[in-house]
């Protein structure tokens, strides 16, 4: 029994560690062949989108790494002004569809 277990889990290892090297060497094709190589074909599209997968798992882990340490992450702190403008814009128009949806409720409620 112990011996079955002992070869799943060298299986398993086995497995992931071959993904993770395949995963690697296509990161690695991705970043090589840049944004404009993702049209070579079918292993460009997969290859260039890892590398962008794996550009936003750095940038995922320093932010984790500064809100660990107590700081604010770079993307929080340096925000795009046109996004904070879209945000402010989405604030404005829930605030006016909360309005909308209690004036609607008191009708029901009045004509109910």
């Known amino acids: 029994m112990t011996d079955d277990v002992m070869r799943f889990f060298a299986a398993w290892m086995l497995t992931h560690e ?3 090297e395949g995963l690697k060497a296509a990161v690695l094709r991705g970043e090589s062949g840049g944004p404009e190589g993702m049209g070579g074909g079918p292993d460009a599209f997969v290859d260039g989108l890892a ?9 995922l882990k320093r932010a984790l790494e500064a809100r660990a340490r107590g700081e604010e992450p770079a ?3 340096d925000s795009d002004p046109a996004l ?13 569809l909360d309005s909308i949806e209690s004036l609607l409720e008191t009708l029901v409620r009045k004509i109910g």
């Open 18 to 20: 071959a993904a993770d």
């Open 51 to 59: 590398a962008m997968v794996a550009e936003e798992k750095e940038r």
């Open 75 to 77: 993307a929080e702190r």
């Open 84 to 96: 904070e403008e879209i945000r402010f814009e989405v604030a404005e128009l829930r605030g006016r």
